[in-house]
């Protein structure tokens, strides 16, 4: 795996585990959505995230198909062009129901790759 993937997963993993940190106080969408800073974070490291996606390399989507890379893209597409249109159960349920999966199988891309690294 090259350097900038890395990082770029690395990244990744590191707003997924904001976004849960910022989250774990929340109750509902309704809450997520009054808090506007919790919300504002949020968003923003739903952007982050799909800005690494976009800068990862073809070949490590391509071989970590498991990954839904263009709906997180997707996704992150919707927040930056209607941001003022974004659906706060929508968030709360990628929250919820993706993030964690999106955060275990960055995790074991990244082990799986230092473990190669580790054995060469």
């Known amino acids: 795996m090259s350097e900038k993937d890395k990082a770029n997963l690395l990244a990744i993993f590191d707003s997924c585990s904001k976004i849960q940190k910022f989250t774990e106080e929340i109750w509902d969408a309704d809450a997520l959505f009054t808090d506007e800073k919790t919300f504002d974070a949020v968003l923003m490291n739903f952007v982050l995230i799909g800005e690494a996606v976009a800068r990862l390399s073809e070949k490590l989507k391509l071989e970590q198909h498991q990954i839904p890379w263009t709906q997180i893209k997707g996704f992150r597409n919707i927040v930056v062009h209607d941001y003022f249109g974004v659906d706060a159960e929508e968030v709360w349920q990628i929250i919820n129901s993706k993030l964690p ?20």
Not at 102 to 117: C, W
């Open 101 to 120: 999966e999106l955060e275990k199988g960055i995790k074991e891309i990244i082990e799986f790759n230092s473990d190669l690294n580790s054995t060469s």
